[in-house]
């Protein structure tokens, strides 16, 4: 029954080590996210993709990056992780765009912890 | 641009006792209005949204908001708390630069005690 999956559910990367969490999802959503949410924080989207079109936020630093190879799997990767980097990240679907009414589902959420 | 904002970052109740989530928005473009629910080293998961119609909107589990366009609230409200019911509550509206996203309050911590 998942719906949004998201491996690994922890994972644990060197400080500059390059990193990829992955999300997947069965929902054939046209609609995918990704968050970082920090400890008692709201999320904060970084990109989103509507299709196969790529939406950064403004403030996302360069640093992180994505890939959407198919309606099904999203990737985040962090090219060279920082302290600052430690967090849960969220992956989200949803069937059109959210900001019209239409329902996100979320994945359980990876958490980063950077060393 | 639109905004929300959730006025208390905690509110601990009793177990079985009444509460009341704050959210106020911002908005001068056509309204929609969500809480979402995160549990405990969970993703968030909708608990209700406002689309259009009555002003009143009812989760499964017994939590209900109000649309008041004058006051520019959504409030959640639940008459009697359960232990279960612990978790971080967002409320949410509509992104002003996409209509792709939605921008989230900075969250309410509901912690029940016994």
């Known amino acids: 029954d998942a719906m949004v999956i998201q491996n690994p559910r922890y994972q644990v990367t060197q400080f500059g080590k390059p990193v990829t969490l992955s999300c997947s999802q069965t929902?054939?959503?046209?609609?995918m996210y990704w968050y970082q949410q920090k400890s008692s924080q709201a999320p904060k989207l970084l990109f989103h993709?509507?299709?196969?079109?790529?939406?950064n936020e403004a403030d996302t630093p360069d640093n992180f990056q994505s890939r959407r190879p198919n309606t099904s799997f999203c990737f985040l990767d962090i090219r060279s992780p920082g302290l600052g980097d430690a967090a849960m990240y969220l992956c989200?679907?949803?069937?059109?765009?959210?900001?019209?009414?239409?329902?996100?589902?979320f994945g359980p959420g990876t958490r980063l912890l950077v060393l | 641009a639109q905004s929300v904002t959730q006025l208390d970052s905690q509110v601990p109740v009793f177990e079985e006792a009444p509460v009341e989530l704050r959210c106020n928005y911002s908005?001068?473009?056509?309204?929609?209005l969500f809480w979402y629910v995160q549990y405990p080293n969970q993703g968030l998961q909708l608990l209700l949204k406002?689309?259009?119609?009555?002003?009143l909107v009812e989760s499964i589990n017994g939590f209900e908001a109000e649309f008041n366009k004058s006051q520019t609230s959504f409030h959640l409200r639940k008459p009697s708390v359960h232990i279960s019911d612990t978790a971080e509550y967002f409320c949410?509206?509509?992104?002003?630069?996409?209509?792709?996203?939605?921008?989230f309050g900075s969250g309410t911590r509901l912690s029940i005690r016994p």
């Open positions: 406002y689309l259009s119609g009555s002003t």
């Open positions: 949410a509206v509509p992104g002003y630069s996409s209509a792709s996203k939605i921008i």
């Open positions: 989200a679907t949803s069937r059109d765009k959210a900001g019209e009414g239409e329902t996100q589902y």
């Open positions: 993709y509507y299709d196969k079109d790529f939406n």
């Open positions: 908005s001068s473009v056509s309204v929609y």
């Open positions: 929902l054939n959503h046209n609609v």
